[in-house]
């Protein structure tokens, strides 16, 4: 896929201030400091679109970002332990608010840390996208981190955790060092095409 176009467009807080759905959307979801913008970043190939943050929860938002003809949305993270009841209620109603809105969502990816196993929360996610029926991939990241044995052993872990969930591939992933971003742009490219 070749990246002609990568803008910030919009964020919004609360789930009225979300426009209609006008152009095929591409979520990228999961817990907080999972690698979010970073991936989001990589696979536009810019440094700065979207806000890397070193303090974990700091995006509240739901950022959209205009690629090519459709949007690319970053989810705010989840499953950050120092976040109030208040804010968590508020993260639940924009979540639920973005997904039953009847938006075109052409393809959901879940990034979970390649180190880690599902959080409760994550799998509380590929419950609901399976639920929905919402077409999704996982994208395991910071894959970096681990060396090549490792990392195949993650992918097996993986897609032995996640097997009963309908999500269409895994990808391992690292935006520190370009692992998987093609794969990305393929998995994304067939989900605007279909
Ligand atoms: N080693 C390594 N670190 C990464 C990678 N991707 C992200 N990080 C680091 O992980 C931290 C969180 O990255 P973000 O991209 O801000 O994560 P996020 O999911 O957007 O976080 P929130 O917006 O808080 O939900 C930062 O310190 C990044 O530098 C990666 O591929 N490899
Ligand atoms: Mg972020």
């Known amino acids: ?104 969502i052409n393809l959901v990816v879940q990034l979970i840390d390649c180190r880690r196993r599902p959080s409760d929360d994550d799998y509380l996610m590929l419950e609901y996208l399976s639920h929905h029926n919402i077409p999704f991939i996982i994208a395991l990241t910071k894959a970096d981190k681990l060396n090549k044995t490792q990392a195949a052993r993650a992918v097996s872990r993986f897609e032995e955790h996640c097997k009963g969930y309908s999500q269409q591939k895994i990808i391992l992933t690292s935006a520190d060092k370009n692992v998987g971003i093609d794969l990305l742009h393929e998995a994304v490219e067939e989900s605007l095409q279909g």
């Open 1 to 104: 896929m070749i990246i002609k176009k990568a803008e910030f467009t919009s964020a919004y807080g609360t789930e009225k201030q979300l426009p209609a759905s006008q152009k095929p959307e591409v979520v990228f979801s999961g817990r907080s400091n999972v690698g979010k913008s970073s991936l989001i970043n990589k696979f536009c190939n810019r440094k700065n679109l979207a806000r890397v943050s070193g303090e974990p929860g700091k995006t509240g938002t739901i950022n959209f970002y205009s690629v090519n003809d459709f949007y690319i949305v970053d989810l705010p993270g989840y499953g950050f332990a120092k976040v109030s009841d208040k804010e968590r209620k508020r993260w639940d109603k924009l979540i639920n608010g973005y997904f039953e809105s009847g938006r075109g």
